[in-house]
């Protein structure tokens, strides 16, 4: 019994594709056919999907770079937002997302927003890994790369709880934003940013008030 799998591939560098295309049909198992289509941008693969579902011959299974050119219209500024719009139009495809970040906190909000079936940091990839990668997904998902598995075993260890703010005051820290410069980026007040500051600080334990032993602090931990 063949098993027909319409596959959308999203990556701006044609070598990339051709590599993770080469990879899937040399190791696909013999009773699986393969339908492979590739988008370079955002616009292009919008507009694959749509055709998906007027041609009602959705896609099975998406894999999505996370560092993609914004869409014409501005709409779409990375593969998040097409995780996102795919998660809406093709509900029962599965996202495997791949991409060079591999800070906590990105790693973190694309579980958060995206919850994807397979979740890859290409620094990590092999053929193998992602041969293997694909067959899980495909039949027991969810399918996470190492760097993802210890960021998630970090985070469930800490006792420590941060909410979304606190995590983002934390990336913008680790990003060298200066804290008179944070108010703006979360758009909230500057005494509510030292306010949250001085949380995190009795969250972590620092003794000296420094941020970079808040951050050093937070690095262990899997937080940045």
Same mark, same amino acid.
């Given at each position: 019994?063949?098993? /027909?799998?319409?596959?959308?591939?999203? /990556?701006?560098?044609?070598? *990339?594709?051709?590599?993770?295309? %080469?990879?899937?049909?040399?190791?696909?198992?013999?009773?699986?056919?393969?339908?492979?289509? *590739?988008?370079? %941008?955002?616009?292009?693969?919008?507009? @694959?999907?749509?055709? !998906?579902?007027?041609?009602?011959?959705?896609?099975?299974?998406?894999?999505?770079? $996370?560092? @993609?050119?914004? +869409?014409?219209?501005?709409?779409?500024? +990375?593969?998040?937002?097409?995780?996102?719009?795919?998660?809406?139009?093709? #509900? &029962?495809?599965?996202?495997?997302?791949?991409?060079?970040?591999?800070?906590?906190?990105?790693?973190? &909000? $694309?579980?958060?927003? *995206? /919850?994807?079936?397979?979740?890859?940091?290409? !620094?990590?990839?092999?053929? !193998?890994?992602?041969? =293997?990668?694909?067959?899980?997904? @495909?039949?027991? #998902?969810?399918?996470?790369?190492?760097?993802?598995? =210890?960021?998630?075993?970090?985070?469930?260890?800490?006792?420590?709880?941060?909410?979304?703010?606190?995590?983002? *005051?934390?990336?913008?820290?680790?990003?060298?934003?200066?804290?008179? %410069?944070?108010? !703006?980026?979360?758009?909230? +007040?500057?005494?509510?940013?030292?306010?949250?500051?001085?949380?995190?600080?009795?969250?972590?334990?620092?003794? /000296?008030?420094?941020?970079?032993?808040?951050?050093?602090?937070?690095?262990?931990?899997?937080?940045?």
């Amino acid at each position: 019994m063949t098993e /027909d799998i319409k596959i959308l591939m999203i /990556d701006d560098h044609p070598m *990339i594709i051709e590599g993770y295309q %080469n990879t899937l049909l040399f190791t696909k198992k013999e009773h699986q056919n393969l339908e492979i289509d *590739i988008a370079n %941008n955002c616009d292009q693969a919008v507009a @694959l999907m749509d055709g !998906s579902i007027q041609k009602e011959r959705p896609y099975n299974m998406l894999f999505v770079d $996370i560092s @993609l050119p914004p +869409s014409k219209d501005g709409a779409m500024t +990375s593969g998040e937002d097409l995780a996102e719009y795919a998660r809406k139009v093709l #509900p &029962n495809a599965k996202i495997v997302i791949l991409t060079m970040f591999n800070e906590p906190f990105r790693i973190h &909000n $694309i579980i958060k927003t *995206i /919850d994807p079936e397979g979740f890859l940091i290409k !620094s990590d990839l092999t053929s !193998s890994e992602l041969a =293997s990668a694909f067959q899980a997904v @495909l039949n027991n #998902p969810p399918f996470y790369s190492g760097t993802v598995n =210890s960021f998630i075993r970090k985070s469930i260890t800490s006792d420590i709880v941060i909410d979304e703010k606190n995590r983002k *005051i934390l990336h913008l820290l680790s990003q060298g934003v200066k804290t008179k %410069n944070l108010a !703006s980026h979360l758009d909230i +007040s500057l005494s509510a940013v030292e306010k949250r500051k001085k949380q995190l600080k009795e969250l972590f334990s620092i003794q /000296d008030g420094q941020d970079e032993s808040l951050l050093q602090a937070a690095r262990e931990k899997g937080f940045v």
